[in-house]
Nanobody, 124 residues
Framework: QVQLVESGGGLVQAGGSLKLSCAAS????????MGWFRQAPGKEREFVAA????????YYTDSVKGRFTISRDNAKNTVYLQMNSLKPEDTAVYYC?????????????????WGQGTQVTVSS
């Protein structure tokens, strides 16, 4: 069993930055790929980024490439999402997820564990 708790969301102006954190409890954190997803009102949950258990492999959706960076610290059981050059269309609830999957896995149903989400709002 893995429990995930996100933090770091908030309100920021367009062009600004935020860094999300996701702290995991449970053993064998490094055996899970970690993903970040987001869900805007009235829309389906969508993939943002993922990272392999070792941290070597990362994967991003096209709309965030060059602006967002996913990383992890296995010693701290934590995964991060650094978000720069934020746009109003990045506004959503952001969720972290854990799964024994390849980091290129983008379907939410493939991930086993989910956090409660953290709100990110980008004003224009």
């Amino acid at each position: 069993q893995v429990q995930l708790v996100e933090s770091g969301g908030g309100l920021v102006q367009a062009g600004g930055s935020l860094k999300l954190s996701c702290a995991a409890s449970g053993r064998r954190f490094s055996s899970y790929a970690m993903g970040w997803f987001r869900q805007a009102p009235g829309k389906e949950r969508e993939f943002v980024a993922a990272i392999s258990g070792s941290g070597v492999i990362t994967y991003y959706t096209d709309s965030v490439k060059g602006r967002f960076t996913i990383s992890r610290d296995n010693a701290k059981n934590t995964v991060y999402l650094q978000m720069n050059s934020l746009k109003p269309e990045d506004t959503a609830v952001y969720y972290c997820a854990a799964g024994r999957v390849a980091p290129t896995t983008t379907r939410p149903s493939e991930y086993e564990y989910w956090g409660q989400g953290t709100q990110v709002t980008v004003s224009s």
